[in-house]
């Protein structure tokens, strides 16, 4: 979850809540997961509107989500946080000669308005979509010219809100264009498929998905894999802003076992600077 908006902390706070909370109580969890994990999105947005239509006027959160049944693996999104997936390139696991080379793969989309489909579906609901215009003087008297700058986002009705995901909980100003419904990805998992990363955009934007990745295959310990992702993500948000801004970041690692009893082990780190993970 990555709160935004000057509520964006409250939003999701009550969106970690309660999207656990439907989930794990809907009747169809086992036999339809795809349908338990759509339902648990949406029913914690009508909750979100109910109990904080205020709060969440002009603020929400991204919130991505990764459910395992038996041998296989959804992950439903709403936003730009991301899970990928470290998988083995051998037929074997390591053989003790350091860790195992591990891929890289993408097991969700960011949902942004420069990606086609979602900007076409925003645009053809009636929304708007342009990134944001700023007035430049061009010399004593003239009028000022209007500059395009930064990322595309979607904006409200007024003109003076816009935002860079096309997909979130919360931001009630930009229905219906910013859609709570997730995007579900269902995986049926092997013997190669090694760990799951879930991140904030905070850690996509410094680290690219096999930097992340190979981090975490040198980590037996999770909770220490999470860490380090988190680590090198803020040191270059620092690096490359010069210390003046940094993202929020959260990194959760998860190991999987297939064909083991117990659940996959899982381990997360969050540092945030001015919002909430």
């Given amino acids: 979850f990555d709160g935004h908006g000057e509520q964006g902390k409250h939003v999701s706070e009550c969106a970690s809540i309660q999207i656990a909370k439907h989930l794990f109580g809907h009747k169809d969890l086992h ?27 002009h603020s929400g959160t991204t919130a991505i989500a990764a459910y395992r049944h038996r041998n296989r693996l959804y992950v439903a999104n709403v936003g730009d946080s991301r899970a990928v997936m470290g998988c083995g390139m051998g037929s074997s696991r390591g053989s003790g000669a350091g860790p195992e080379p591990l891929r890289a793969v993408e097991l969700s989309s960011d949902h942004r308005p420069d ?9 053809e609901g009636g929304g708007v979509v342009h990134q944001s215009t700023i007035p430049v003087r061009q010399g004593f008297g003239a009028p000022p010219r209007f500059m395009r700058v930064g990322p595309e986002r979607v904006w ?20 219906p264009w910013v859609t709570a419904i997730p995007e579900v990805t269902e995986r049926e998992l092997t013997t190669k498929d090694r760990l799951i990363i879930l991140g904030s955009d905070g850690v996509w934007d410094r680290l690219s998905n096999q930097e992340a990745v190979d981090i975490a295959a040198r980590h037996r310990d999770p909770a220490a894999a999470a860490r380090e992702i988190s680590s090198v993500a803020r040191q270059r948000w620092h690096q490359q802003t010069q210390g003046q801004m940094s993202d929020d970041i959260t990194a959760v690692v998860m190991h999987l076992e297939f064909g083991a009893t117990p659940p996959p082990t899982r381990a997360s780190s969050r540092g945030a600077a001015g919002g909430a993970t």
Wanted: hydrophobic share 30%; glycine share 6%; with cysteine.
């Fill in 31 to 57: 036999t339809n997961p795809v349908s338990a994990l759509e339902s648990a999105f949406l029913d914690t947005q009508q909750k979100i509107e109910r109990t904080h239509n205020f709060d969440a006027f």
């Fill in 115 to 123: 990606r086609e489909d979602e900007k076409r579906r925003i645009l």
């Fill in 156 to 175: 409200d009705r007024t003109g003076r809100c816009g935002l860079c995901v096309t997909r979130s909980l919360g931001d009630l100003c930009m229905r």
